[in-house]
């Protein structure tokens, strides 16, 4: 039994395949090798997309709405693509080799971005500072470079910070209680790198180059590997269990096969494996749980569903790979909850932006311009300011009057988030409306920048800063909780596709405003040149729809069904 306990005992494996051992493997010793992969990485993906509206619009020629468009589809694109990295990861090939392998491909899509943006013949040509024509050719070489970037981080965001929370046993308590700290510092570590991106690197691009500005990235993401390999012998990995979708497809397929049978009463009649472990490979067995009852027909037995002594899978399914699809099901109301959020998120790069590049950029009496775009530094350092404070002061008070380990509920952190994101939006707009009204007043709509100083953006950022803390990180954690063990890279790409969905819906937002307000000689509220539009009128309806966003959440929390997972694995 001694022997047993060194063991980890949730199916984890040492680098050889060997069960993995807790003195050896795991926990702090090996997250800060993902952590500082994910710090680089971070600060690569950051610093080559939190100007990139700008390098559209100047560098490649296009207008402002086409510029946004085109920046929130892309950037949905890398949020999409994790569900391609994720189903591999949990099937086939491990989070481990997905990491290694995406990663190769980041790397020559921030390579191959580099060179578009330095070489001769391949850089959109320019003959003054932002003033470009680049020819189809070198337009298309550029984005090109963007999509197998967006490639490349589908293979890596779902599975990085699952791969950090497999550092920890879900069945021993000692470790299982610094799972949710790691997720705080593990978000903490990405804004770090964002930080740099949104200061230097957004420098850098301005008054360098941007082959430098790009070429720093490509540096860092090949630093971020580096740190990955290095950890090697230290990390704990789950077996791959097979096609998640194949196991679900069973599911549908058995109960719709057995629509006329009931189910019964007493629960304990439907249909597991007599092992202690699921038949599921990696998977501990879930309880079962009384909601979506039509799938527990898939679990009934029947005289047909063994052939030659064998179980058809097609026909009859084990409570757990019941309870496994039922868990993605729960999942589905509160991730369409995070779409809206992300809309408001995906502002930063975009709409605010371009609000920035209006306002007077000098710091203080200096001579010195801050990027439009290095605002969402104050994003950053929003968060870097709340992560310790929820971690260290939050949790501990709110512990006390709840009685709940975490201090709150995932899903309770979540909204709280929601909540404050509706002020973000309401800052926005106010700030938007003094800016216009500036405008009017004094006829200032020829004007590049109106003498309001940009740092009047700092609250609007400060309060997305705010809810990501609560929301993102909340969200991060809770589906990597509430996934089954086998599909936990599929639930993390899950929770990012809002991010996808929300910068899609902006840009659809975005189309739809534009072909309705900009009719018969009108500007419409997001014309090219912004001083004539009507901004602020768009930030309103993002509140006005997180409003309405906030109060389905609660409503959905309030149904919720938590996965119970029971056993052990080895």
Known sequence: MEEDDIYTKDGTVDYKGNPANKKETGTLRACPFIIGNEGCERLAYYGMSTNLVLYFKHHLNQQSAVATKNNQNWGGTCYITPLIGAFLADSYLGRYWTIACFSIIYIIGMTFLALSASVHGIRPSCYA???????????????????????????????????GADQFDDTDEKEKKHKSSFFNWFYFTINIGALIAASVLVWVQDNVSWGWGFGIPAIAMAIAVCFFFAGTRLYRNQKPAGSPLTRFCQVFVASIRKYKVAVPADK????????????????????????????????????????????????????????????????????????????????MSSLFVLQGERMDTLVGHSNFRIPPASLSIF?????????????????????????????????????????????????????????????????????????MTIFWQVPQYFLIGCAEVFTFIGQLEFFYEQAPDATRSFCSALSLTTVALGSYLSSLLVTIITSVTAKNGKPGWIPDKINYGHVDYFFWLLAGLSVVNLGVFISIAQWYTYKRAVGTLR
């Not at 909540?419 to 800052?427: E, G, L, Y």
């Open 129 to 163: 500072k932002d003033v470009c024509n680049p020819t189809d050719t070198q337009s298309a070489m550029t984005f090109l470079a963007l999509y197998l970037i967006a490639l490349g981080t589908g293979g890596i965001k779902p599975c990085v910070s699952s791969y």
């Open 268 to 347: 304990s009649l439907l249909y597991e494996t007599a092992d202690a472990e699921s038949n599921i490979k990696g998977s501990r067995k879930i309880d079962h749980t009384n909601d979506l009852s039509f799938l527990d027909k898939a679990a009934v037995e029947t005289e047909t569903d063994q052939i030659k002594g064998s179980v058809n899978p097609w026909r009859l399914c084990t409570v757990t790979q019941v309870e496994e699809l039922k868990a993605i099901i729960r999942l589905l109301p509160i991730w369409a909850s995070g779409i809206i959020f992300s809309t408001v998120y995906s502002q």
């Open 379 to 451: 994003d950053t350092l929003s968060v870097i300011f709340w992560v310790p404070i929820y971690d260290r002061i939050i949790v501990p008070v709110a512990r006390k009057f709840t009685g709940h380990k975490n201090g709150l509920t995932q899903l309770q952190r979540m909204g709280i988030g929601l909540f404050i994101s509706i002020f973000a939006m309401v800052a926005a707009a106010i700030l938007e409306h003094e800016r216009l009204k500036m405008i009017t007043r004094h006829n200032y709509y020829e004007l590049k920048e109106v003498p």
